[in-house]
């Protein structure tokens, strides 16, 4: 997003109530606990704290996220469903909520994001790196846990979204992946 849309993000999300904050809020555990990996990269929101849990609220307890698009209304509902509790929605600008992704989701999170294009990277360390990978180490990486939630990523959107099909095809540079609906 350029720098007119994300102003322009901050300044619609103010107007309608809802807080933009200028450096991500510190996390705390029992709130990032609610909220499984693969659903935060899917809903791009990562859980800040548990409000009224310890007094900071006002009335019930309500899970506190950071979203990267907080005009996302139906990832808020998703998300209260999920988690049996309503959701405040806070804003941040995309590379802090990117960053506030990695630090708490970890490098699965990040590598599953960025796959599926929801955080970009630069491709040259990348391709640089391909040429020295080996077949014993294919064979590896097929069973790390990343590349597995990467699959049950895909295939869980598959179900959400009732396809019969998933379709994964590779091109030099891009893989595009068609579900048939």
């Given at each position: 997003?350029?720098?007119?849309g994300q102003a322009e993000?901050?300044?619609?999300?103010?107007?309608?109530?809802?807080?933009?904050?200028?450096?991500?809020?510190?996390?705390?555990?029992?709130?990032?606990?609610?909220?499984?990996?693969?659903?935060?990269?899917?809903?791009?929101?990562?859980p800040v704290r548990i409000?009224?849990?310890?007094?900071?609220?006002?009335?019930?307890?309500a899970l506190v996220v950071?979203?990267?698009?907080?005009?996302?209304?139906?990832?808020?509902?998703?998300?209260?469903?999920?988690?049996?509790?309503?959701?405040?929605?806070?804003?941040?600008?995309?590379?802090?909520?990117?960053?506030?992704?990695?630090?708490?989701?970890?490098?699965?999170?990040?590598?599953?994001?960025?796959?599926?294009?929801?955080?970009?990277?630069?491709?040259?360390?990348?391709?640089?790196?391909?040429?020295?990978?080996?077949?014993?180490?294919?064979?590896?990486?097929?069973?790390?846990?990343?590349?597995?939630?990467?699959?049950?990523?895909?295939?869980?959107?598959?179900?959400?979204?009732?396809?019969?099909?998933?379709?994964?095809?590779?091109?030099?540079?891009?893989?595009?992946?068609?579900?048939?609906?």
């Amino acid at each position: 997003m350029t720098e007119n849309g994300q102003a322009e993000l901050s300044e619609r999300c103010q107007a309608l109530g809802i807080e933009w904050l200028r450096e991500a809020p510190p996390v705390r555990d029992e709130a990032l606990r609610m909220v499984p990996a693969e659903v935060a990269v899917r809903l791009k929101v990562v859980p800040v704290r548990i409000a009224g849990s310890n007094g900071d609220g006002q009335g019930g307890e309500a899970l506190v996220v950071v979203m990267r698009d907080p005009l996302d209304l139906s990832a808020a509902d998703e998300l209260g469903a999920l988690t049996g509790l309503p959701v405040v929605r806070l804003g941040l600008d995309e590379e802090e909520f990117d960053q506030l992704l990695r630090d708490n989701y970890g490098t699965t999170a990040a590598r599953m994001a960025e796959r599926l294009g929801g955080i970009e990277k630069d491709t040259g360390e990348i391709e640089h790196n391909l040429d020295a990978i080996q077949t014993d180490d294919l064979h590896r990486m097929a069973e790390e846990p990343s590349l597995i939630n990467l699959v049950n990523l895909l295939l869980l959107e598959a179900i959400r979204s009732r396809a019969s099909d998933v379709h994964i095809e590779p091109f030099e540079n891009d893989l595009v992946i068609k579900y048939r609906i």
